[in-house]
């Protein structure tokens, strides 16, 4: 798929100036990583509250990069998180940010209509050039691009929280996806620090195809009584040298999204690797989705 990488380099958009819709967790560490790479970034959400709160995240989170980046030079440290700031704008204006950008990244809410309806508003308002590029873990891509008239120049960037620590990145492409598109974001991952990955368009992509059962049949495990929640995190970080064990990682990425991948993920009702959890669908319809509320599996402050 990737053949002839360099000799067709030169006509791949190179991508100085970005658009992310979406100021959530994922958007606003996805702006911060373009920021911090020298990206021109506008960060875009329906209300100036929302977006207060995006880059008070980034900010948040740029501090933490650079105590350990700038250990011994705090004032270099300072002086970098200025520039990065600078580097993001705001802005409650999907149409008009779009104009200057030569890619947009959508990591709205998962919903399908929501998406294609926003996508079908950009593709008239964008330069021909721009790329269109999709972080949602539960939809096809393909369904997505349907809404626009440049499915070649749009793909899926999946990128993994928390976006500044984690060095995956997978694009995505459909059958439409042109190979200068998908170059065009494999070099966009590489230039923003990460590592990126080529995945078709399947339910899942890679990671969450193989995470999100895993944390699933955690869950179940916990609620058939075989092992406590606290011994099968434990079990997995020291058993299986995870970060994060299954039942606290689904507490970090949100049980909302855990549910909504492995609906995504469950074509197949009689495949037991992905049977719903009753324990995930209580919490979720209680809206204990995990760290972000406070509370889901385990309490937070
Ligand atoms: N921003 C910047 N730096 C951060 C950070 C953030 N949001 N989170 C952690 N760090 C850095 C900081 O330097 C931090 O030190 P500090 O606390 O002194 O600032 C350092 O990492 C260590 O952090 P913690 O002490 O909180 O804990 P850990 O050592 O466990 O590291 C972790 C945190 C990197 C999140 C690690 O636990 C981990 O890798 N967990 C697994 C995460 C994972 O699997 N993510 C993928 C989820 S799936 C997904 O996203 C796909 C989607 O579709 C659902």
Request: net charge neutral; aromatic share 6%; hydrophobic share 40%.
């Amino acid at each position: 798929l990737f053949s002839g990488f360099s000799s067709s380099a030169a006509r791949n958009v190179v991508i100085k100036s970005v658009t992310i819709i979406g100021g959530g967790q994922m958007g606003a560490g996805i702006a911060q990583v373009a920021a911090s790479t020298g990206h021109s970034v506008t960060l875009v959400d329906t209300s100036d509250d929302i977006l207060k709160k995006s880059i008070e995240t980034i900010e948040g989170s740029l501090r933490r990069v650079v105590k350990k980046k700038f250990a011994d030079k705090p004032e270099a440290g300072e002086e970098f998180i200025r520039n990065v700031m600078q580097k993001v704008l705001t802005s409650a204006d999907a149409a008009s940010a779009v104009r200057g950008s030569d890619l947009v990244v959508e990591a709205i809410a998962e919903n399908l209509k929501v998406k294609q309806d926003l996508f079908r508003r950009l593709d008239k308002l964008a330069p021909p050039h721009t790329i269109f590029a999709s972080n949602t873990s539960s939809l096809s891509i393909s369904d997505i691009a349907s809404s626009t008239n440049r499915p070649d120049k749009f793909g899926g960037l999946h990128f993994f929280n928390p976006v500044a620590m984690m060095k995956l990145v997978e694009v995505i492409g459909t059958p439409a996806t042109s190979q200068e598109t998908s170059e065009s974001l494999m070099n966009f991952s590489k230039v923003l620090g990460k590592t990126p990955v080529s995945s078709k368009d399947t339910s899942g992509f890679i990671v969450n195809r193989l995470l999100v059962p895993c944390i699933v049949e955690a869950i179940r495990m916990y609620e058939r009584g075989d092992a406590s929640k606290e011994d099968i995190d434990i079990a997995m970080k020291l058993g299986a040298g995870h970060p994060m064990g299954p039942i606290e990682l689904a507490d970090y990425i949100g049980l909302d999204t855990v549910k909504s991948i492995m609906e995504g993920e469950a074509k197949d009702p009689d495949n037991p690797l992905f049977a719903s959890s009753d324990l995930l669908n209580k919490l979720v319809a209680e809206g204990k989705v995990g760290r972000k509320t406070a509370e889901g599996f385990y309490k937070y402050k």
